[in-house]
């Protein structure tokens, strides 16, 4: 790695990326276990877009909801 800092967008890019991938993975392994089914994951997501729903609607909330539709797509079969 070199020795250049990195970018504020891309340094919050890349957390969003990590942290989009241990929660798919979380998920994915709690429901081929048999700990969550697929209702009680979807029921996860609904309660987190009814959240961002709530008040007025600014780039921050619509990004949240379209990453929450994104995580949701990613954990369906």
Do not use: N
């Amino acid at each position: 790695m070199d020795d250049q800092p990195i970018p504020p967008d891309a340094e919050r890019a890349g957390m969003l990326a990590a942290l989009h991938a241990v929660i798919v993975g979380t998920l994915s392994t709690l429901k081929r276990k048999g700990v969550l089914s697929p209702e009680e994951v979807d029921q996860i997501f609904e309660a987190g877009l009814v959240t961002f729903e709530r008040g007025e609607q600014d780039a921050t909330k619509q990004a949240a909801q379209l990453t929450l539709q994104i995580l949701a797509r990613s954990l369906r079969d």
